[in-house]
């Protein structure tokens, strides 16, 4: 049994598949149509919280950075643009995702400093201290094992290196939240079903922001996997949140 509610939290509650499987299985099927509702379904709100999180890194010259869960590569990119590191690895559990990032990359020019590969948080394909900066993007929720995650990306970091999260938490606003409830529950499942033919992708949305241990929850469990300097930054009435840590 995992140590936090939200690593039981899966897309197909009626499959006998590991989360990580159908984590990986649910991102395939919805590849074509992700980007798409990521920019429908956040009102294109999305781009300025990527843009602020990437910001966290400003300031220091970036040789290598990690990109976990990096889907259709939509932070690796924006990450180039922004802080321009010398190199950039994102890693995801979900080949279908990688392929449409890899076109984006292409379409870019940026195939030497851009580099997708299968991998996954609980196992980093690198050597300890490999990294001088990691990120984030509404990945860590997916995470099979939120702990094991956190200090698999601590140990392929430098000490003095940043990790920076982005990921969706609930509002704080009273008045917001009923609205917030019913789109979560009701119109994202339905518009996800619509575009993308699977609502259970959407609806595993909803369902795994509520069960993450977002605050000073998260801020705890980022200590003990070894971070230091933790902080949280509200974003939207409190609809996403930053988190940083320093190794």
Not at 196 to 214: C, M, R
Not at 218 to 247: D, H, R
């Amino acid at each position: 049994m995992s140590k936090y509610a939200h690593d039981n939290i899966v897309p197909y509650g009626e499959s006998s598949a590991e989360k990580k499987e159908q984590v990986a299985s649910m991102f395939d099927s919805i590849a074509k149509r992700y980007d798409f509702l990521n920019r429908f379904l956040s009102l294109g709100i999305d781009k300025g919280w990527r843009k602020k999180a990437i910001a966290n890194f400003e300031g220091k010259k970036m040789n290598h950075l990690l990109d976990i869960a990096t889907g259709t590569a939509d932070m690796a990119l924006m990450a180039y643009q922004q802080i321009q590191p010398t190199k950039i690895t994102g890693i995801d559990i979900s080949e279908g995702m990688m392929q449409y990032g890899r076109i984006k990359i292409t379409d870019k020019k940026l195939n030497d400093t851009i580099q997708l590969s299968l991998g996954d948080s609980t196992e980093i394909p690198f050597p300890d201290n490999s990294f001088d900066g990691a990120m984030v993007a509404f990945g860590v929720r997916n995470f099979a094992d939120l702990e094991k995650g956190l200090k698999e990306i601590n140990r392929v970091l430098q000490t003095g290196s940043k990790l920076v999260i982005l990921e969706f938490s609930q509002p704080t606003s009273s008045w917001f939240k009923p609205f917030y409830n019913l789109y979560m529950k009701w119109i994202t499942p339905t518009v996800g079903q619509l575009f993308s033919g699977n609502k259970a992708a959407y609806a595993y949305l909803n369902d795994s922001v509520i069960a993450f241990p977002e605050g000073p929850a998260f801020l705890k469990i980022f200590e003990q996997a070894g971070f230091t300097k933790v902080s949280q930054q509200k974003l939207t009435l409190g609809i996403c949140s930053i988190y940083c840590g320093s190794k």
